[in-house]
Nanobody, 125 residues
C-alpha cells in the first residue's frame, strides 16, 4: 500500500507561481508511474501531468503545457509539480496519484491505484 501526501498548495495571484510536492511511502517508489490531477467544482477530475517510473516520459494536458513541469526524485520518493504563469482557471483541488498502468492508460482516472488527499490551489485575479 502506497501512502501519498501532497504539500505546497495555497493562494496566489494570477501570474504567480507555486510548487506542489507529493511524498510517497509504503512502496517502491521507482516502480510506480506518478501523475497530478486536478478537479474543480462541477468538473471531472482531469490529468494535468504524468511521468513514467524512470522519468523518461512526461505528459501534459494542453491546458497547462508550457506552464507546468512535473518531475520526480526517486532517491527522495517525491514527485513535484512546478506551476508558473498561474491563471484563475487553474483554481482546483490538486491530487497526486501512483500506478503501474501502461502509458496509454495514464489519461484514465481509474488506471491509478493510489491517491493523495488533495491540496487546494486558489488563483486570484
Amino acid at each position: 500500500q502506497v501512502h501519498l501526501v501532497e504539500s505546497g498548495g495555497g493562494s496566489v495571484q494570477a501570474g504567480g507561481s507555486l510548487r506542489l510536492s507529493c511524498a510517497a511511502s509504503g512502496g517502491t517508489f521507482s516502480s510506480y508511474a506518478m501523475a497530478w490531477f486536478r478537479q474543480s467544482p462541477g468538473k471531472e477530475r482531469e490529468m494535468i501531468a504524468a511521468i513514467t517510473n524512470g522519468g523518461g516520459y512526461q505528459y501534459y494536458a494542453d491546458s497547462v503545457k508550457g506552464r507546468f513541469t512535473i518531475s520526480r526524485d526517486n532517491a527522495k520518493n517525491t514527485v513535484a509539480l512546478q506551476m508558473s504563469s498561474l491563471k484563475p482557471e487553474d483554481t482546483a483541488v490538486y491530487y497526486c496519484a501512483a500506478g503501474k498502468g501502461t502509458v496509454s492508460s495514464y489519461v484514465y482516472t481509474n488506471s491509478w491505484n493510489f491517491w493523495g488527499q488533495g491540496t487546494q490551489v486558489t488563483v486570484s485575479s
